[in-house]
């Protein structure tokens, strides 16, 4: 099974912007992997933010955008908030779409 | 409104098969489009992804669980089960069931959650 990576920990300011990544062992991320990212604040449930690479819900602040960069999956957030301090969690689509693998998590804090 | 609740035991021994419901509300899985997955968290651990069952009776497994797993639908009882067998303490998590669509989004709306633990 391929293996999802990101980083473990990141800092962002308040009011500063900051991007996590989501890589794959099996090579570049391409919208074919259908990239989605979610957010888990602590005793909680997971929240899509992103799906298919770069598209919002209705839900999804505005500030919280994503992309791909490098190679890689991006979620990029501008103008972090308090309340974005969170664990972020990719997820990647295999075999044409038809297995996904999460990445590891990224914990961000905001301070 | 949307809604999902997983069932199922908090306490299985080790090689025993665990059985686990989603049972929702606010949509039907007979739906063009509509999907139902499933993903667990073991304590302090990142997710995983598990299973998915489609509309259309399409199902999906975890290439490094599929030999354990088995996705099932009963679509007018709104519920979706997941069996897993060969249970082990690895396999200690909180399972969580999530509805998706079609070109909108894989889990869009989460279940609470329901956590099991394996042990003698």
């Known amino acids: 099974q391929a293996v999802v990576t990101q980083e473990p920990t990141l800092t962002v300011s308040p009011g500063g912007t900051v991007t996590l990544t989501c890589g794959s062992s099996?090579?570049?991320?391409?919208?074919?992997?259908?990239p989605y990212w979610f957010q888990q604040k602590p005793g909680q449930a997971p929240r899509s933010l992103i799906y298919?690479?770069?598209n919002k819900h209705s839900w999804t602040p505005a500030r919280f955008s994503g992309s791909l960069l490098g190679g890689k999956a991006a979620l990029t957030l501008s103008g972090a908030q308090p309340e974005d301090e969170a664990d972020y969690y990719c997820?990647?689509?295999?075999?044409?779409?038809?297995?996904?693998?999460f990445g590891g998590g990224t914990k961000l804090t905001v301070l | 409104q949307v809604t999902l609740k997983e069932s199922g035991p908090a306490l299985v021994k080790p090689t025993q098969t665990l059985t686990l419901t989603c049972t929702f509300s606010g949509f039907s899985l007979s739906t063009n489009g509509m999907r139902v997955s499933w993903i667990r968290q073991p304590p302090g651990r990142a997710l995983e992804w598990l299973a998915r069952i489609d509309w259309n009776g399409d199902k999906l497994y975890s290439t490094s669980l599929k030999t354990r797993l088995t996705i099932s639908k009963d679509t007018s009882r709104n519920q979706v089960v997941l069996t897993m067998t060969n249970m082990d303490p690895d396999d200690t998590a909180t399972y969580y069931c999530?509805?998706?669509?079609?070109?909108?989004?894989?889990?869009?709306?989460w279940g609470q959650g329901t956590l099991v633990t394996v042990s003698s």
């Open positions: 997820l990647l689509f295999y075999s044409n779409g038809r297995a996904g693998v």
């Open positions: 099996t090579g570049p991320v391409t919208s074919g992997h259908y």
């Open positions: 999530a509805r998706g669509q079609h070109l909108l989004g894989t889990l869009n709306d």
């Open positions: 298919d690479t770069s």
